[in-house]
């Protein structure tokens, strides 16, 4: 757990103002994305359904679970509200889109989404370490204490 403690204070102590611009765009851009994915929620389970062997429920949840953790990760993400844990519910996402979706004979065309999905897990990796800086949602130490939160 100390280990963790430091992290944090070196991400809160080395974490300049305008990385915090960065990670408010970064929330709004991943919020986008699940609205995105929600009004075309068949072209997105059309993608997945052709690079792996699940059954239509499975892709019908894990559609799902793309637009709610865009939506609301993106959301916690800006707000710097629980930044890591909202990084840690989009890891899958983006690992899978990175190796499973966007690999294929598309890479080298216009536009292609797998430099967006590298981008994209790049900063969720980092926002992972970093953590959420200054400008940020945050409880105070008596509301940690008070929900049981006080070893996050």
């Not at 100390?2 to 300049?16: A, R, V």
């Not at 611009?21 to 359904?49: E, H, P, T, W």
Request: aromatic share 14%; hydrophobic share 55%; glycine share 10%.
């Amino acid at each position: 757990m100390k280990l963790l403690h430091k992290l944090e204070h070196w991400g809160d102590s080395h974490h300049p103002k305008w990385l915090d611009i960065i990670r408010v765009a970064f929330g709004l851009f991943l919020c986008y994305k699940g609205f995105d994915f929600l009004q075309n929620m068949g072209s997105l389970i059309g993608k997945m359904n052709h690079k792996m062997p699940f059954g239509a429920f499975a892709f019908i949840l894990l559609g799902h679970y793309v637009v709610f953790a865009h939506i609301l990760g993106g959301l916690m993400i800006a707000a710097g509200f629980f930044t890591r844990f909202a990084c840690l519910i989009q890891l899958p996402i983006l690992l899978g889109a990175v190796f499973f979706i966007n690999i294929g004979g598309e890479i080298m065309r216009p536009y292609a989404e797998l430099f967006t999905s590298i981008l994209v897990l790049i900063l969720l990796i980092y926002f992972l370490i970093i953590g959420n800086g200054r400008w940020a949602l945050r409880l105070n130490e008596e509301e940690k204490k008070d929900t049981g939160m006080d070893n996050l």
